[in-house]
């Protein structure tokens, strides 16, 4: 149990937060039990979170990917009851680490002193606001007015705080996300804290109920040699053998798919979208048009040629380097690393594989030496298990 007896100074923000809390009720916020006033101060009476501030454990330790996740998934749902609320949306307009507080694998937001009731007008409150510089949105800051998604704003600030104090790289989907949910525009950003969590579950490759999805790979060569291409096709062809579908999707500036439907008689087009033989299948290169129609349900194998820009909506990345000795290798300045990563030596050699991981500080994995990428051998299918293992772990 948490008691705050208030004199004149705080008495105010005490006040608001007891009105606040009496209206909200559900996981990750703090109950309250009495409040009480009268001329000279007020009592506040609820329920006490032990744990420490998120602001506090950062400052110390390194986050997973799935701490970061799962702290930004909780604190989503939070502000969700409270945009939700029945009375009409509740605002927390003071959304930073500090009010944060971890227990395990509880999560509790605190501190209702700032939050304020929208009005049930529609119209933008007109109030003093008290943010905090750098989590609280441009237009709290500027026009003192505020609304729903002034809250998904600072979620995203948080999100971006979290992201530089974990040990994994922020997966191209999620930059995209909290570069629309940090957005200058309100009007910009996601609707609803709702949206926003299922935008990042989507970004993250998560399911609701918690397990991973595999939804789009993006292969990209570091030199126009490097074998990108074929080890596009050999994935997809991995991913349809041991019973994932699984569509080739080119990216790359050369027409792959209709190369292959000129010259591999093999090769079966169904209409105009899709070609098909055996355990390969692709979508039909048709231009920019092709992002604006909807791809069949699958996983996408992305053939990025050497852009890595073609990857903005990946999940997981992988980078192709080609062995030959006369060429130089290095993946791009730009390149991201981390768990949901791979670095492909094509073909494999050992000594070269190990100075390429000690130069990088990350595992290299060796592609073994393949002369058709349409055939699944043994060879292959083991090493995608393990690489397909990894980059899901």
């Known amino acids: 149990m948490k008691i705050a007896v208030a004199a004149d100074e705080t008495r105010g923000q005490i006040s608001n937060e007891a009105r606040i809390l009496s209206k909200l009720c559900g996981q990750g916020i703090p109950a309250l039990y009495d409040a009480a006033e009268d001329g000279n101060s007020v009592c506040l009476i609820e329920e006490y979170i032990p744990g420490v501030s998120l602001e506090s454990f950062i400052s110390e330790h390194s986050l997973s990917g799935q701490e970061v996740f799962s702290i930004i998934e909780k604190t989503a749902d939070i502000l969700s009851i409270m945009h939700t609320s029945p009375g009409g949306p509740i605002l927390y307009l003071d959304l930073k680490p500090e009010h944060l507080i971890m227990k395990g694998e509880r999560l509790c937001l605190i501190d209702y002193g700032s939050a304020r009731r929208m009005p049930k007008s529609g119209n933008n409150p007109d109030f003093v606001i008290y943010g905090t510089y750098g989590y609280t949105a441009p237009e709290c800051l500027s026009k003192n007015r505020a609304g729903i998604e002034s809250d998904i704003y600072s979620l995203a600030m948080v999100a971006r705080e979290l992201y530089r104090h974990s040990k994994s790289p922020m997966p191209p989907k999620i930059a995209a996300l909290l570069e629309r ?84 008689k093999a090769l079966s087009q169904k209409g105009d979208s899709l070609l098909k033989h055996a355990d390969f299948a692709a979508i039909m290169d048709r231009g920019p048009a092709a992002e604006k129609i909807k791809s069949p349900p699958g996983i996408r194998v992305t053939d990025c040629g050497t852009d890595q820009n073609a990857a903005f909506d990946s999940d997981v990345i992988i980078y192709v380097l080609g062995s030959c000795p006369w060429r130089e290798i290095a993946l791009p300045n730009d390149a991201i690393l981390g768990s949901r990563t791979a670095v492909i030596l094509n073909p494999r050699k050992r000594a070269l594989g190990i100075a390429v991981s000690k130069a990088i500080g990350q595992k290299v994995w060796g592609f073994p030496p393949d002369d058709d990428p349409f055939v699944m051998t043994e060879e292959k299918e083991r090493f995608f298990k393990e690489l397909q293992r990894e980059l899901l772990s």
């Open 181 to 264: 949910a940090g957005h200058p525009d309100p009007g910009k950003r996601p609707e609803s804290a709702e949206q926003f969590k299922k935008l990042w579950q989507d970004g993250h490759g998560k399911r609701k109920n918690g397990g991973l999805l595999f939804e789009n790979a993006a292969v990209i060569g570091a030199a126009p040699t490097s074998g990108a291409t074929h080890f596009a096709i050999a994935l997809t062809v991995y991913l349809n053998h041991t019973g994932q579908r699984a569509y080739y999707r080119n990216r790359s500036k050369t027409p792959v798919t209709r190369y292959l439907a000129k010259n591999l």
